[in-house]
């Protein structure tokens, strides 16, 4: 069996949902393919920066999976959604999820706990494996120089943000999320673990540090003020 096309971003972005081709099950309808299509460009807008594109995609994705009239495929992609900032740094109680919280799967209740920070022993095995060591880590109040590995960038930045959130990250594993948003040029991402990176060295007196980021801060910046004269 396989998931709709447009889990497959969410299997590939947070590891929440399993996709196992199947050559004997018909195409995925229309409302799946167009919601995949408008989720990933939702994701791209966001975590480069262009909120305006970012939002006016989330807006066609929720459209296409609110034709189903599925509570928990809502649920899914709202997760996602969350992922994203996460991702970024920005916490929130993930207010679009909660909106359809009541008819998410199990899987999905505990993926919104995890980032949020209140997950327990019990949902670390519904969460993605990609996702299960931090878990862990969170749950034991381990602090760590790095998010365990994972096959898509944003799966691992995500881990890494949710261990920023529960205060669980060393200065080194901001600096492999810096590494990571800025290979995939996502200057949300990049400009957020910039300016975790500053405070750090700001609180461990390390002026060369502070310089350092400063002037990758000064480059996104200027790049971004060029971006909007275009």
Known sequence: MT??????I?????GL????????RPPAPDWALEAQSASERAVKAYLQGDTRVAEAEWRKAF???SATGQPSQMARLALLQCAAQVAALEFTDCPHYQRYAAGA????QAYARYLQVQHTAQDVVLLPKAQQAMARQVLAGQAGQ???AAEAALSQLTAAGVAVRAGHLELAGVQQAVQLASAQG???SVMAWLLLEQRLHQAAGNAAGVQAVELRLQVLQNAEVVSKKK
Do not use: Y
């Not at 799967?105 to 999905?108: G, I, S, T, V």
């Open 3 to 8: 998931v709709p096309r447009i889990f497959r």
């Open 146 to 148: 790095s998010a365990p």
């Open 17 to 24: 949902l399993g996709a196992v081709a199947c050559s004997s």
């Open 10 to 14: 969410a299997a590939v972005v947070t």
């Open 186 to 188: 996502w200057r949300r």
């Open 63 to 65: 459209a296409q999976v």
């Open 105 to 108: 799967q199990p899987a999905e």
